[in-house]
């Protein structure tokens, strides 16, 4: 019996030390030298010393007993070629400067293993990590803010989803017009108002080839160079301070003719500046098979909406119409209980003899049903068991 | 010597006169959520108030016991509870073990061992050392 080249292997790193492959106790433990006399039985024939070459020797009665050296064949041929990688990474590590001037990064980590090194005793002195209590007093730093790519509150309303969907695919439209990368679109997390509502005006008439490019129809010829200005800027500096000047010389008499009644006052606060619902649904036949666009389209629509997509969901969209149908239906209301579709059957309600209950129905109900309760109570509250 | 009436009152035999069901009240229970109430949810949508018409003499209450196996209980006039409980049942299945709950008269169940039950005396009367042959007195 040989003992195992793989354990043999994880032993020697074990047991020179420093920096050592990690091995599990037990494994450690199976590949740790034994006792000599143990050892005896399981080391190879070959050694002069084994037992089994005293035993050979006694009984030949000489010390060099005829017929093989070693009966087993010596050591296995993996053994060996293990044995030899090894002496030849020794003779590496011996030879030239350049190993060491390798080595002297590693070792100044362990260079306390020097002489000065003294392990401690106590925890005095050591260093620290993390926080001995009230760290949640502690403010936090700026770069352990965390902000969410998503929306905070999730859309659930048919026409804000309808609208996240519209402005999606404008924006998406001018990202394939302008020839940018499309996701570079989730940068910019909420536009202007101003820009908001030229992309809210824009419409879209799906091509029959399917074209993203060609599926924009401005509102007027303004409209159309202001937006493709301002998505020029997407994906590269921060020019917001010139898309305001842009949009609001452009949007003044939009502003005075547009009906008001859908935008709230304080519209900034809600999602889509208070708007309600798209003016066309002709984003809705657009198609997602592309793989890049389609990808692109939801990653903003979660952004816009706060719906995640899970793979086989992303799979089996093709067109956007899916994609707002798959969000509307994880919306939908929870299952009604049964006590209230009963108390709400008509057939129910006429039956003297029938009695629905919401609630789980205790023996206490059952008291203060019967006129028990009052009495119970009032004894308990003479007894004092009760307040 | 007048003759006189005898002294008694009616013993009640139900049936004989009018029948009382022993069945006065039926509870259903069953869980919105779990999957051994689906058929005892379906019976109560669907099957309850034909039930419930034809049965008027009985209360019928309907409540919810959370996390629990559905179950039907009957109670009845001799002051015995009857619960049957109806796990992944069909409404069908419930629909007859409710009519068997109905059509139960409260006792416990009894083995009879006997072909004939009645509640008469017996016509030869009861044993009587001085009466008939006194062989062995």
């Known amino acids: 019996m040989r003992p195992s080249v793989r354990l043999l292997n994880l032993e020697v790193p074990s047991i020179h030390g420093a920096r050592s492959l990690y091995v599990c106790s037990v494994c450690r433990h199976e590949a740790r030298p034994r006792p000599i006399v143990a050892r005896q039985f399981l080391r190879n024939a070959s050694s002069a010393n084994s037992l089994t070459e005293k035993v050979r020797r006694k009984i030949w009665g000489t010390d060099n007993p005829p017929g093989l050296k070693d009966p087993y064949g010596g050591e296995g041929v993996i053994e060996r070629k293990f044995k030899n990688k090894h002496a030849q990474t020794v003779v590496e590590e011996e030879t030239p400067e350049a190993s060491q001037a390798l080595d002297t990064a590693a070792s100044e980590d362990a260079a306390p293993a020097a002489d000065d090194y003294e392990p401690a005793t106590t925890w005095e002195g050591l260093d620290r990590v993390g926080h001995l209590g009230r760290w949640f007093d502690i403010a936090p730093a700026a770069t352990e803010v965390y902000e969410s790519f998503q929306v905070k509150k999730k859309i659930t309303k048919q026409g804000l989803l309808s609208l996240a969907a519209h402005q999606t695919v404008v924006e998406l439209c001018l990202m394939h017009k302008l020839g940018k990368p499309l996701t570079s679109i989730c940068e910019v997390v909420e536009h202007d108002q101003s820009v908001f509502k030229l992309i809210w005006k824009t419409k879209i008439v799906p091509a029959s080839n399917g074209q993203w490019t060609a599926a924009l129809e401005y509102p007027d010829k303004e409209a159309e160079e202001a937006l493709v200005y301002i998505f020029e800027q997407v994906g590269g500096q921060n020019v917001a301070p010139e898309i305001e000047e842009v949009t609001q010389d452009v949007d003044v008499e939009d502003a005075r003719s547009d009906t008001t009644d859908i935008v709230d006052m304080d519209g900034s606060k809600q999602p889509f500046f208070g708007y309600q619902r798209t003016r066309d649904n002709g984003f809705l036949s657009l198609s997602l098979d592309d793989p890049a666009t389609k990808f692109a389209f939801l990653k903003r629509f979660s952004q816009l909406t706060g719906h995640f997509f899970p793979d086989p969901a992303v799979h089996s969209i093709t067109t956007v119409q899916q994609v707002v149908d798959y969000v509307q239906n994880l919306a939908k209301p929870k299952p009604k209980k049964l006590a209230e579709y009963l108390a709400n059957n008509p057939r129910y309600q006429s039956m003297p003899n029938v009695k629905v209950f919401a609630k789980r129905q205790k023996r206490s109900d059952r008291d203060e049903e019967l006129g028990r309760k009052k009495l119970i109570e009032a004894e308990l509250r003479a007894r004092g068991l009760i307040e | ?137």
């Open chain 2, 1 to 137: 010597m007048t003759v006189q009436g005898i002294r008694t009152v009616t013993s009640a035999r139900n049936g004989v006169g009018a029948f009382i069901l022993q069945c006065k009240r039926l509870d259903f229970h069953y869980c919105d959520w779990a999957g051994s109430s689906r058929g005892m949810v379906s019976f109560l949508k669907h099957h309850l108030p034909s039930f419930a018409k034809a049965n008027p003499q009985i209360e019928i209450r309907v409540s919810p016991r959370p996390h629990k196996h559905p179950v039907i209980k009957g109670h009845y006039v001799n002051g015995r509870e009857k619960a049957i409980c109806v796990r992944n049942l069909e409404p069908e299945q419930i629909f007859n073990k409710a009519n068997l709950l109905k059509a139960a008269s409260g006792e416990k169940l009894k083995r009879t061992k006997k072909p004939i039950a009645s509640l008469n005396e017996s016509v030869r009367g009861i044993w009587d050392p001085y009466h008939g042959g006194f062989k062995s007195v």
